[in-house]
């Protein structure tokens, strides 16, 4: 016994006895440099580093792709179409740090410039009054990949602290365009936390139905709108959404589902929508400048929202701006007066005009939306904690939360 105390007390003396000068000696770690580029067809992982993004690279079903925390990945608009794809059955695990975070961004620094992240699943979507069948469509984002299921859990990994720079391609709109995180009938059992995506020229994030939940948004100068989705998106357990839209930004939230009366809608608490003064409409030819939007049967039930600066723009087009658009009849009908758009505890600033109406036989005020519009002094929106992972070239998006 009295061998084996002193043996303990040495092996203690070993594991105390380095003082904190040693400790800071040991090295940092030193990152790789490479280039990823082509089909992911086996399991990989991707030791934290400095990678080249070349052209559209795409995980593989039943492949996984790991990314180590700090990895950077910098695409180049000079070399043709860049772009992150996770096909359906694959998995992409990048799991970043806030001091620590993995950041996918483009060499010159101009919005636009490759494809950004795009995940597809087999969850199921909603386009069209026919539900005697599984549902499916075709991606709008140049790849022209069916998605759509029944998969309702779907996996396509972890996506935590993963920022997107100026992304949002845009080649022919409404059948090759981009954004910076596009998720395709993505399912619930693939995570989404702090996430950026930062000055690209399309949406920040577009959910194409789906029932994935995200955590900890930041879309920060995004050319169009902050957050869209379509398809019968219904993400039930999302959280902290952020939007500051500055120079050219389109709506804070442009929801719809189709023009299809769903009886389910999706669930996000905890939401910042502001709009730095000067701001303009992205197109000159229509209205596009609310905070929220509801068009074509979209709906939803959110709470604890901020909304500042949407006011009226007067050049180089006058239109006027509000907290909330209904832009048409259906919508009005169908969605606001049954309960199915719900707007709770919102703090309104600096936005002259509560609602907008989209058609001249849409009257929208307060009464319309019943106990499913209420306003609040004390609403906080969205909480993030600052850091790395929220910084951009020394600029902390989050000084305007």
């Known amino acids: 016994m009295k061998k084996l105390l002193y043996a303990i007390a040495v092996s203690a003396t070993i594991f105390t006895g380095c003082s904190k000068d040693e400790d800071d000696e040991i090295p940092t770690k030193v990152p790789v440099v490479g280039e990823i580029t082509g089909d992911i067809t086996a399991n990989r992982t991707l030791a934290f580093g400095n990678y080249t993004l070349k052209g559209i690279v795409k995980i593989q079903s039943g492949v996984t792709l790991t990314i180590e925390a700090g990895s950077t990945f910098t695409a180049d608009k000079s070399d043709g179409d860049d772009g992150l794809v996770v096909l359906n ?40 009054s026919t539900a005697t069948v599984t549902q499916t469509a075709f991606s709008e984002d140049g790849l022209n990949l069916s998605y759509g299921g029944t998969n309702a859990t779907h996996n396509g990994g972890s996506l935590k602290y993963v920022r997107v720079e100026y992304a949002g391609r845009v080649i022919t709109t409404n059948s090759k365009e981009q954004n910076g995180f596009s998720f395709y009938s993505v399912g619930s059992g693939t995570v989404l936390e702090n996430l950026v995506s930062y000055k690209g020229n399309d949406d920040g994030f577009e959910f194409y139905g789906g029932t994935v939940s995200a955590k900890n948004l930041i879309s920060y100068g995004n050319a ?18 952020y939007a500051y839209q500055t120079g050219v930004g389109n709506y804070g939230m442009e929801i719809e589902a189709k023009g299809v009366n769903n009886a389910f809608w999706p669930v996000v608490k905890n939401i910042t929508l502001k709009r730095a003064a000067g701001t303009t409409t992205e197109a000159q030819s229509e209205i596009q400048l609310d905070a929220f939007q509801f068009k074509a049967q979209g709906n939803g039930d959110y709470s604890n929202i901020v909304i500042d600066g949407y006011g009226s723009q007067t050049t180089p087009t006058s ?3 509000g907290a909330v658009q209904i832009r048409d009849l259906v919508t009005y009908n169908d969605q606001v007066l049954t309960g199915k758009i719900k707007l709770t505890n919102v703090k309104v600033t600096n936005t002259p005009i509560l609602f907008i109406n989209g058609v001249s036989t849409v009257n929208v005020n307060a009464a ?13 929106g969205a909480s993030l904690t600052k850091g790395k992972w929220a910084t951009v070239d020394g600029v902390d998006l989050l000084a305007n939360l």
Not at 231 to 237: E, I, K, L, S, T
Not at 368 to 380: D, E, I, K, L, R
């Open 319 to 321: 239109f006027n701006g």
């Open 224 to 241: 169009d709108d902050s957050f869209d989705w379509q398809d019968g998106w219904r993400g039930q357990d999302n959280t902290n959404w």
């Open 89 to 128: 059955g694959g998995k992409l695990i990048a799991n970043g740090t806030a001091d620590n975070p993995i950041v996918l961004t483009e060499k010159s620094k101009v919005g636009g410039s490759w494809n950004g992240i795009i995940m597809y699943g087999d969850a199921p979507i909603v386009n069209s």
């Open 368 to 380: 319309s939306f019943g106990t499913n519009w209420t306003t609040s002094t004390t609403a906080t």
